[in-house]
């Protein structure tokens, strides 16, 4: 079993802190970004999407996909759960982690690669305009999750699941697009020191 992996983006990381929650080692082969590796003939045949994290499994099946390669974790490994245990916090898990996909994540993954110069090779065509339309989504949505906060402990409930690892690593990830998190967003602000505490946080 091989991840192909790379420490230049968020979503490999969201595989690794997943594994490193549930205590799972599997062999890492980074693959270069900034040299356009992930382009190469040799991973594209691996990969047809060209994108990271790619898991190879010892049968030669490949799993593409950040959420899918945690599922098969998950699947495979139940303890520590963190896709939701009843039916109703799977359901509530998955609503959160959709929800900070699309509405937190992306659109800061569409500001850097619209907007910053060095994503060019990788985002064809780059559009400028919908770099900058996506900056206020992500205050907005930070603004709505700060609320939600206020009620709980966790983006999903009482305890910590796959969509906190979404979270905190878009939040993380946000200073490539030089934003913060704004200090009067109390509650993201406790969330994160808190989850930022766990070892985890450190694959």
Known sequence: MKLYDTTRAPNPRRVRIFLAE????????????TTLEHKSEAFTRLNPRQRV??????NGAVICETVAICRYFEALQPEPNLFGATPLEQALVEMWQRRVELELLLPVMSVLRHLNPAMAAMEVPQVPAWGEANRPKIIAFLEFL???LANRAFVAGDRFTVADITAIVTVD???AIRT?????????LRWRDIVSQRPSMKA
């Not at 913060?180 to 993201?188: F, G, M, N, Q, S």
């Open 173 to 175: 990830f946000m200073r």
């Open 146 to 148: 700060d609320t939600e």
């Open 22 to 33: 549930k205590g799972i080692t599997v062999p890492l082969v980074p693959v270069d970004l």
């Open 53 to 58: 994290p790619t898991l190879v499994l010892d």
């Open 180 to 188: 913060e998190v704004p200090d009067k967003l109390t509650h993201i």
